[in-house]
Nanobody
Framework: QVQLVESGGGLVQPGGSLRLSCAAS????????MGWYRQAPGKQRELVAF???????TYVDFVKGRFTISRDNAKNTVYLQMNSLKPEDTAVYYC????????WGQGTQVTVSS
């Protein structure tokens, strides 16, 4: 059973940056498409970005140019570099496999506020 552990969240001022990490246990990580999701209070979880096993990336419009997803297959880890953060980016951020998710991790809280 794959376990996902997200980290790197915190409180940051608008315009600031954070780098999230997601470590996956188990084998097979390098062949997965991996994505970052977020869930704001009272809203459904939404996909933010994903990266294929070959490194191709896709972003939703509201993070294009601000967020960068990357992966290190040797470390079974996927990253999300978030720049120019806005208050509306406040959410719990999760990573998971696409299209069939593993059990969800606990996520990491990102709060953007002055």
């Amino acid at each position: 059973q794959v376990q996902l552990v997200e980290s790197g969240g915190g409180l940051v001022q608008p315009g600031g940056s954070l780098r999230l990490s997601c470590a996956a246990s188990g084998s097979g990580f390098s062949i997965y498409v991996m994505g970052w999701y977020r869930q704001a209070p009272g809203k459904q979880r939404e996909l933010v970005a994903f990266i294929t096993n070959s490194g191709s990336t896709t972003y939703v419009d509201f993070v294009k140019g601000r967020f960068t997803i990357s992966r290190d297959n040797a470390k079974n880890t996927v990253y999300l570099q978030m720049n120019s953060l806005k208050p509306e980016d406040t959410a719990v951020y999760y990573c998971n496999r696409l299209p069939v998710p593993h059990p969800w991790g606990q996520g990491t809280q990102v709060t953007v506020s002055s």
